[in-house]
């Protein structure tokens, strides 16, 4: 019996051990230790409290970023049970705290419906953090304990009452030799804060910054689940909704259940966004597939059913019934498959038979008892089939003039001799003169150049067969040659690297938020498998008779000028790209060893999509700040 329990000493050091590793590789817990790993630290805790709310235990999550960039989660849940461990001789607080759960998330799978995995990823974050401080008040009483790298520092210790109050409240300072950066970013927080509040309805997340001039404070509190995300969807100017209400879905089968809302507005873009037990799938996954081919095929059989197309017309295509859909998918189940490298990609089939099962049926029925929405849905697919048909006489005209053959490449554009995409990348270049220079110093055995002309469409306002009739975007399908929309093959793709040079002024930002509007509605595939870079041009020269400088910020500016000894230092902004000469332009962004590129990345796609609608729908001014913003998806990458 007694080498059931195991003694203290060996419990400390095997735990010890446990730490050690995630330390050691913290990517493999958290997936990387860059600005999105920093942030998942809190979303791992607050997992935990939201398990506490689907065991019907918590109502409200509190979480605080302090001045010291420390951050603290509280819930009202039951506390952990404040006994002992037997089998670990350890206080459970500390096993949660400590103890690596073996198959835990990371390890794939592993998701009750109702709660009883707690503490999961607790013990990681305690292990990347400097400090931890938790407060359990479990049945009226206070207990605490204080971690330090993973390590007890001080020990779990009974306080007295708890005066009434009851939940978990933890505080942790990120471990700054672990994490390259240790500053949170409030809004990255409450995206996905607002996203787990409409994910799990009726539980209310209230978030308060209390850092030096970034006071600020937001309650989200949503009772009406993935309905009130599609309103809130709805709501970013993303277009007006056509019909009045939201229509909700929602089925179980073998313990799993699955829910979609959705709702059409006016605009010609599709946003879906899906879920598996909370954790958004943004490579989708079967539970996807099963809701737009249910989608199609009921949306078809309806618009038979009134005579809005004949039995031996063609139909409308899943783009037609997708125009101007906002979706919410969300799946729980307890043995979820993700396929690809993200994990995220739901893959178990019983799922596509879920969804599809439920919005057959479902929307037949709503269809059915509403027939003045049903109109007004097929009126917009079947408008969206026609420009569609439009498009694809337009395709046709442009193909029999050969411009979109891939056989056929545009005249500006400096090919470079390798074949093999994994090593070639094209620049794509804001005017003549850059492109001038860029061709003269690029290096033509990987680099192509296609120096861009006139202004770039705005796609986000654009119905497809305006895409293939415009003449600046033609030279990019052109060259990339893996074709757009339905024919996006990324086989075909010319180059590994696609890489957007523009100024770093207000008409460079607004090209490059052009191009990836076009790109993230057109050819999304490029971004999601990581071929899309901004380029990252020096904003100053620094020089002091031979010595010189380039800056990339402000500050750096300075610090060069203080380097240099402030007598007989010139500093210079760039206007443009065009100011530099063949050898600086090599040098500061186009060689490999020396230049600085940003990937831009899908990782975050909600922000992605209301960022593309939100700036290029209406709005004209705020394009410098989603620059800026670009961070939250765009990564820095030293190549
Ligand atoms: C600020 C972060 O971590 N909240 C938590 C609970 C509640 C229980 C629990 C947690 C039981 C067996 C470990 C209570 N009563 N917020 C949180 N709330 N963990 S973490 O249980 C822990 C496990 O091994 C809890 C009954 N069952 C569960």
């Given at each position: 019996?007694?080498?059931?329990?195991?003694?203290?000493?060996?419990?400390?050091?095997?735990?010890?051990?446990?730490?050690?590793?995630?330390?050691?590789?913290?990517?493999?817990?958290?997936?990387?230790?860059?600005l999105r790993?920093l942030h998942h630290l809190v979303y791992?805790i607050v997992?935990?409290?939201?398990?506490?709310?689907?065991?019907?235990?918590?109502?409200?999550i509190t979480v605080t970023i302090?001045?010291?960039?420390?951050v603290?989660v509280?819930?009202?849940?039951?506390?952990?049970?404040?006994?002992?461990?037997?089998?670990?001789?350890?206080?459970?607080?500390?096993?949660?705290?400590?103890?690596?759960?073996?198959?835990?998330?990371?390890?794939?799978?592993?998701?009750?419906?109702?709660?009883?995995?707690?503490?999961?990823?607790?013990?990681?974050?305690?292990?990347?953090?400097?400090?931890?401080?938790?407060?359990?008040?479990?049945?009226?009483?206070?207990?605490?304990?204080?971690?330090?790298?993973?390590?007890?520092?001080?020990?779990?210790?009974?306080?007295?009452?708890?005066?009434?109050?009851?939940?978990?409240?933890?505080?942790?300072?990120?471990?700054?030799?672990?994490?390259?950066?240790?500053v949170f970013d409030f809004d990255i927080l409450l995206t996905r804060m607002r996203e787990q509040s409409?994910?799990?309805?009726?539980?209310?997340i209230i978030m308060i910054d209390?850092?030096?001039?970034?006071?600020r404070?937001e309650?989200l509190?949503?009772?009406?689940?993935?309905?009130?995300?599609?309103?809130?969807?709805?709501?970013?100017?993303?277009?007006?909704?056509?019909?009045?209400?939201?229509?909700?879905?929602?089925?179980?089968?073998?313990?799993?259940?699955?829910?979609?809302?959705?709702?059409?507005?006016?605009?010609?873009?599709?946003?879906?966004?899906?879920?598996?037990?909370?954790?958004?799938?943004?490579?989708?996954?079967?539970?996807?597939?099963?809701?737009?081919?249910?989608?199609?095929?009921?949306?078809?059989?309806?618009?038979?059913?009134?005579?809005?197309?004949?039995?031996?017309?063609?139909?409308?295509?899943?783009?037609?019934?997708?125009?101007?859909?906002?979706?919410?998918?969300?799946?729980?189940?307890?043995?979820?498959?993700?396929?690809?490298?993200?994990?995220?990609?739901?893959?178990?089939?019983?799922?596509?038979?879920?969804?599809?099962?439920?919005?057959?049926?479902?929307?037949?029925?709503?269809?059915?008892?509403?027939?003045?929405?049903?109109?007004?849905?097929?009126?917009?697919?079947?408008?969206?089939?026609?420009?569609?048909?439009?498009?694809?006489?337009?395709?046709?005209?442009?193909?029999?003039?050969?411009?979109?053959?891939?056989?056929?490449?545009?005249?500006?554009?400096?090919?470079?001799?390798?074949?093999?995409?994994?090593?070639?990348?094209?620049?794509?270049?804001?005017?003549?003169?850059?492109?001038?220079?860029?061709?003269?110093?690029?290096?033509?055995?990987?680099?192509?150049?296609?120096?861009?002309?006139?202004?770039?469409?705005?796609?986000?306002?654009?119905?497809?067969?305006?895409?293939?009739?415009?003449?600046?975007?033609?030279?990019?399908?052109?060259?990339?040659?893996?074709?757009?929309?339905?024919?996006?093959?990324?086989?075909?793709?010319?180059?590994?690297?696609?890489?957007?040079?523009?100024?770093?002024?207000?008409?460079?930002?607004?090209?490059?938020?052009?191009?990836?509007?076009?790109?993230?509605?057109?050819?999304?595939?490029?971004?999601?498998?990581?071929?899309?870079?901004?380029?990252?041009?020096?904003?100053?020269?620094?020089?002091?008779?031979?010595?010189?400088?380039?800056?990339?910020?402000?500050?750096?500016?300075?610090?060069?000028?203080?380097?240099?000894?402030?007598?007989?230092?010139?500093?210079?902004?760039?206007?443009?790209?065009?100011?530099?000469?063949?050898?600086?332009?090599?040098?500061?962004?186009?060689?490999?060893?020396?230049?600085?590129?940003?990937?831009?990345?899908?990782?975050d796609?909600?922000a992605?999509?209301?960022?593309?609608?939100?700036?290029?729908?209406?709005?004209?001014?705020?394009?410098?700040?989603?620059?800026?913003?670009?961070?939250k998806?765009?990564?820095?990458?030293?190549?």
């Open positions: 019996m007694s080498n059931e329990v195991k003694n203290y000493d060996d419990s400390q050091i095997q735990v010890l051990e446990g730490l050690e590793a995630v330390r050691k590789r913290p990517g493999m817990y958290i997936g990387t230790t860059s790993g791992e997992d935990n409290s939201i398990d506490e709310a689907l065991a019907g235990e918590c109502n409200c302090w001045p010291d960039n420390s603290s509280q819930d009202d849940g039951r506390g952990i049970p404040s006994g002992m461990n037997e089998k670990l001789g350890l206080p459970t607080l500390e096993v949660v705290y400590t103890v690596l759960h073996a198959g835990g998330k990371f390890g794939g799978g592993g998701y009750k419906i109702a709660g009883g995995l707690h503490g999961v990823g607790a013990s990681v974050v305690n292990a990347l953090s400097e400090w931890v401080e938790v407060e359990n008040c479990r049945d009226g009483e206070r207990y605490t304990e204080r971690f330090e790298k993973g390590a007890v520092a001080r020990p779990f210790k009974h306080e007295g009452s708890s005066d009434g109050k009851h939940g978990l409240y933890v505080r942790f300072k990120p471990d700054g030799t672990i994490f390259e950066e240790t409409f994910l799990n309805a009726g539980v209310k209390k850092r030096e001039g970034m006071e404070e309650v509190h949503y009772e009406g689940g993935i309905v009130s995300f599609v309103e809130y969807l709805n709501n970013e100017k993303r277009g007006t909704p056509i019909h009045p209400q939201v229509i909700y879905m929602k089925g179980e089968e073998n313990g799993s259940i699955a829910e979609v809302a959705m709702q059409y507005n006016d605009s010609y873009n599709e946003t879906i966004i899906s879920f598996a037990n909370n954790m958004a799938t943004i490579e989708g996954g079967t539970h996807e597939t099963g809701f737009k081919n249910a989608l199609t095929k009921a949306i078809n059989e309806y618009a038979k059913k009134i005579g809005a197309i004949k039995g031996d017309d063609k139909g409308l295509s899943g783009d037609d019934v997708r125009e101007g859909l906002v979706a919410i998918i969300s799946v729980k189940l307890t043995d979820a498959q993700f396929e690809s490298q993200t994990k995220a990609k739901l893959g178990n089939s019983e799922m596509r038979r879920l969804t599809d099962k439920i919005v057959s049926e479902k929307l037949e029925e709503f269809l059915e008892e509403n027939p003045a929405v049903g109109k007004i849905i097929i009126e917009k697919a079947m408008a969206a089939n026609r420009a569609r048909e439009a498009a694809r006489k337009a395709r046709e005209l442009t193909r029999r003039k050969n411009v979109l053959e891939v056989s056929t490449l545009p005249g500006k554009l400096a090919d470079c001799n390798e074949r093999d995409a994994r090593l070639t990348e094209v620049y794509l270049v804001e005017g003549d003169s850059a492109g001038g220079s860029a061709k003269n110093c690029r290096d033509s055995r990987f680099q192509a150049i296609l120096p861009l002309r006139g202004k770039v469409l705005n796609v986000e306002k654009a119905r497809l067969d305006k895409v293939y009739a415009n003449t600046s975007l033609i030279p990019i399908i052109q060259a990339l040659g893996c074709g757009i929309g339905e024919d996006f093959n990324i086989e075909k793709l010319r180059y590994g690297k696609i890489i957007i040079m523009a100024d770093a002024d207000v008409d460079g930002s607004h090209i490059r938020v052009l191009l990836l509007t076009f790109f993230f509605r057109h050819m999304r595939g490029l971004i999601e498998n990581g071929n899309i870079f901004l380029a990252q041009p020096p904003l100053y020269k620094v020089h002091k008779g031979k010595q010189l400088r380039y800056a990339f910020s402000e500050e750096e500016k300075d610090m060069y000028v203080e380097e240099l000894g402030t007598k007989g230092v010139e500093s210079e902004r760039y206007k443009g790209l065009g100011e530099m000469d063949p050898e600086q332009l090599w040098e500061t962004t186009m060689n490999p060893e020396t230049r600085t590129l940003l990937k831009v990345t899908v990782e796609a909600i992605c999509d209301e960022i593309f609608s939100v700036l290029m729908g209406d709005m004209v001014e705020p394009r410098r700040e989603f620059i800026e913003k670009n961070a998806f765009v990564e820095n990458l030293d190549i």
